[in-house]
Every structure is written in C-alpha cells, then in structure tokens.
C-alpha cells in the first residue's frame, strides 16, 4: 500500500471502478465500422443495406456514450450517415461532430425542465421521420428521467415537478417513481419506441438500477412495460394519503388511466425490430474496484451491487460490518469491503435550511456509529459513480481519524445535522467531501471500506 492515508487508497479504488464504466469506453466496445459494415451490438448491418443513422438519448452519460459513437466512425461515414440530438446536463455540453449534445437541465439540479421538454419533442421529431433502411440508436442512462421530459397533453410540467419532489421527499424506490412517471408521460413506459419509424432500433443502456430492469432505466422508453396504471394509483396514494398532496390533473390521470383498459401500455411495438442491450453495470463497477484493490495488497470482500435501504440505516450497518471484519480478520492484512446499490433518503420535516445527498448521509450515519470506536487505519467512503450527490457538487464523503478530529476540533458531531438531512456542511468543515465533477457515466453508487487488521 505504501504510504497513502487510507483515504487516499479508498478514493483511488473508487476511481478505478468509475474509470471501468466509462461511458465513451463502454460504447467503444460494442460500436465499430468495417470497410463494408456498421456493427452495432453485435449485429452486423452492411452500408448497401442502410440508409442513415440517427442517434438520440438521454442520460448523465449522454455526452460520453454520443461521442463514444462518434470515435467508432470515419469522419467521410459520420458526414454522410450519422446525425443525433442526446439530452445531458448543462455541463457535460461539448462540442461533438455530427451529434448535438442538448442542455437540459442545469448542473447539479436533477428535475426536468421546460428546455428538456423542448429538446425531448426534438427527438419526437427526428424519430418519427426515418425510413426503413434507417437505424435509430437510443442511448440511455442513469437521470435519462429528468432529461427526457414530455409530460402527455393532459399535464403541464409543473404537475409533474410536484409528483416527483413529493415522492423523492417520502423515500419513494426509483423504480416506484418511474411506475409513475411512465403514465405521465408521451415517451417513457415504451412510447419512444412506438414513435420510431426505423426500420432499427438498437437501445444501448448503462444501468442506475439495482437488477437492471430494462423497463425502469430512465423509465423504459424503448422497453416494454411491466407495471400497471393500477400499480401507480396504489403508488400514489400510498405516498401521497391526502387528496391535495398532488395536483387533481394528476390523480385524474391515473384514475382514468386505471379505469381504462385500454391506457394501458400493452406491447405494441414491433419488437423483432427493437433491441435493448446492458452495456454497463455496477457489477462492472464494484469488480473493477476489487481488483484495484487487490493490486494494492488488501484482502478484498465484496457485498456485491443489489444493496438498498434508507442511507442512514445501510451506513450504520456498513459501520458494523467494518468492525466485525476488523475484529475477525487475520492478522496483517487490511481488508477492503466493497458494495454497491442505491439507498433513499426519508426527509425530516424541519424549518432549518439543509444541504446533503444519499452518500453523504450514508457517510454521516456510518460517522455517528462509529464515532467513539478506534479509527486508526479504516475509513469509510461512498460516492454516486456520476460524480453528483443529491443537489450538492459532491460525488459523496469519506469518514476517518482526520475527519473525526476536524469535526471535534470545530465543535462538530454527526447527530444533529444527521437528524434534518444536513450532511453536507459537516463534510465540509471537516474535510470529508468526495468532489470530482460530473464523471459522464452513471451507475448507481459505489461504497469503498478500508479496515486495518486487528491491533
């Protein structure tokens, strides 16, 4: 290991499993051109045989994945072939060649805006003009929700703004959330897929969700539905007893929608023409990870990727995990413990100003656990793999012995700013903070202990 502080071997593990899911390098994989063909996801198209590509999408990793495509091709095949529009965050806009990478939304503020609305029916648009020797590629990642917004006629923007905070605020699942989303909308729940007349479409997918549920990615715009407009009904009421929780457009909607066989999105695509292909995990992550690890000379013990839960509760058991592992382990060999997934908050209700994200809070919980143990040698981290952390410019924090004295050399404990969701400003007086700027990839969170052998 040499001599880095622990902190400094955990954030290097956790960028080596970022790096593995690189979006660009992910695409590369499984995009080339031969002289006579276009590959796609191992299906081997020839240019006689094809008229245009068109690429569209939305995601965090939008901006990698487009010009992952783009670096696939020739630039005489990109000239004549190839044109998209890719909706991102406003800071992972740039310049690529044939594909306009589209604002919309702003940094760091996860919630559909008026320009996604704007640049989605763009897509509607390009889409529903190709011919059957065209190839329409979707490229979708994690936030591929909140940066494909089109809410159906019935609905304005805001009423589906008030739907989503409300739910994020009760500890609504993701998959509970795009449940309701999908009936809300004119593209996710397979509506862009019925809009695309190509004769193609190839959906390449980089997976923010426990189990890579085709139809909860983004919402499933080009998958085939599994839930129910009754399924969103009961969603609703259950996170939202009152009748006013909501907007009345909304609960009109999804009554109507249960009450009508017929709204139902059953299969009606052309699905011998419509391909959806995981490209990236965080599986992918959590082994690339492990690996780093193990070149670092520590014993490596995965809880592999499918972890859930409220943040506080999974930071505290990750906090007991660490020190029954340290206290069982061998002697001489650090253990790093790994884990990936993707808790919920639960906001308090509190008039006080708050700042924080799901890997903060985790970090949080874990510090307060641990906050009378001996911390010589183990650390804790977690960090979202996009390099955004609720609506903070943090991926996530890290908790250790300097931490700890920072914290008590300020006067700080975790308690009361765990007890309104406010973890980011003890982070950052303590030094805690993960910060790395959007990564451009996007596969749920990544949780990196470093435990030192027992004393």
């Known amino acids: 290991m040499g001599h880095r502080s622990p902190s400094r071997l955990a954030i290097e593990i956790w960028q080596a499993g970022v790096a593995a899911v690189d979006s660009e390098r992910l695409v590369r994989r499984h995009v080339a051109e031969t002289p006579d063909a276009v590959l796609l996801c191992g299906e081997s198209i020839p240019k006689d045989d094809l008229g245009k590509i068109v690429v569209i999408g939305a995601g965090k990793a939008g901006a990698g994945m487009a010009a992952g495509f783009e670096r696939a091709f020739s630039d005489a095949f990109l000239q004549d072939r190839v044109s998209g529009w890719v909706n991102v965050p406003a800071d992972c806009v740039r310049q690529l060649k044939r594909i306009h990478l589209h604002p919309a939304r702003p940094a760091g503020v996860n919630e559909p805006t008026e320009d996604g609305v704007a640049g989605t029916r763009r897509i509607l648009s390009l889409v529903s003009s190709l011919g059957p020797r065209d190839v329409c590629v979707v490229l979708i990642s994690g936030g591929g929700s909140a940066l494909l917004p089109c809410p159906i006629d019935r609905l304005t923007l805001q009423d589906k703004l008030a739907v989503t905070q409300l739910l994020m605020q009760r500890g609504a699942s993701i998959g509970e959330l795009n449940c309701i989303r999908k009936r809300l909308s004119a593209v996710k729940g397979v509506k862009l897929a019925k809009a695309v007349t190509a004769g193609r479409t190839i959906t390449l997918i980089i997976s923010d969700v426990i189990g890579d549920p085709l139809d909860v990615i983004a919402s499933g715009p080009t998958t085939p539905d599994r839930s129910s407009p009754g399924d969103a009904l009961e969603i609703l009421r259950r996170f939202a007893p009152r009748a006013d929780d909501v907007p009345a457009s909304v609960w009109r909607v999804l009554e109507q929608a249960a009450n009508d066989a017929r709204n139902h999105d059953t299969v009606e695509a052309n699905w011998d023409r419509v391909r959806n292909v995981i490209i990236g995990n965080n599986v992918v992550a959590v082994e690339a990870a492990a690996k780093r690890a193990r070149e670092l000379g520590l014993r490596t013990v995965s809880e592999g990727s499918d972890n859930a839960g409220q943040a506080c509760d999974v930071g505290r058991q990750l906090a007991e995990r660490c020190l029954e592992l340290r206290e069982n382990s061998a002697p001489g060999q650090a253990v790093c413990l790994l884990s990936g997934g993707e808790p919920v908050v639960t906001l308090a209700e509190t ?105």
Do not use: C, H
């Open 351 to 455: 008039s006080q100003p708050r700042k924080g994200g799901r890997n903060q809070e985790l970090v949080l919980a874990a510090a307060e656990r641990l906050w009378a143990e001996r911390l010589e040698g183990l650390v804790i981290l977690s960090g979202g793999t996009d390099g955004e952390d609720g609506p903070t410019n943090a991926a996530g924090a890290y908790f250790d012995g300097d931490v700890r004295r920072a914290a008590v050399q300020a006067g700080l404990t975790p308690g009361p700013f765990l007890a309104i969701n406010n973890s980011y400003p003890f982070f950052a007086q303590t030094g805690g903070l993960l910060l790395t700027g959007p990564t451009q990839t996007n596969v749920m969170d990544l949780r990196v202990a470093i435990i030192p052998p027992p004393a």
